[in-house]
């Protein structure tokens, strides 16, 4: 399964942005979907998830208030809104999607660069 992500750009400090992570299948199938990033130099960390009912969502504790993620399962999209953007926001960000099966099957897409400058 293909995941895109779209919506990444420059942005100055205190901007938002909104990423897409879109879907060619139902999205109903994922027991949870989320974003991750990645800096230059650094891990890939865990920015939000958000469970298959899309009312249960976590977030990291760098973007807690100023970022909300949402899934609508009509549209097979999820969504990050990224407000009072940050210039250590910037990073690659990922979509990713777990389908429980016999194991644990993770989906990645390939990435949208989000900058944001001072």
């Known amino acids: 399964v293909q995941l895109v992500e779209s919506g990444g750009g420059l942005v100055q400090a205190g901007g938002s942005l909104r990423l897409s992570c879109a879907v060619p299948?139902?999205?109903?199938?994922?027991?949870?979907m989320g974003w991750y990033r990645q800096a230059p130099g650094n891990q890939r960390e865990l920015v939000a998830t958000?469970?298959?009912?899309?009312?249960?969502?976590n977030y990291s504790d760098s973007v807690k208030g100023r970022f909300t993620i949402s899934r609508d399962n009509a549209k097979n999209t999820m969504y990050l809104q990224m407000n009072s953007l940050k210039p250590e926001d910037t990073a690659v960000y990922y979509c990713?999607?777990?389908?429980?099966?016999?194991?644990?099957?993770?989906?990645w897409g390939k990435g949208t660069l989000v900058t944001v400058s001072s």
């Open positions: 299948t139902s999205i109903s199938r994922f027991n949870a």
């Open positions: 958000v469970m298959s009912d899309g009312g249960s969502a």
């Open positions: 990713n999607a777990e389908e429980l099966r016999l194991t644990l099957i993770e989906y």
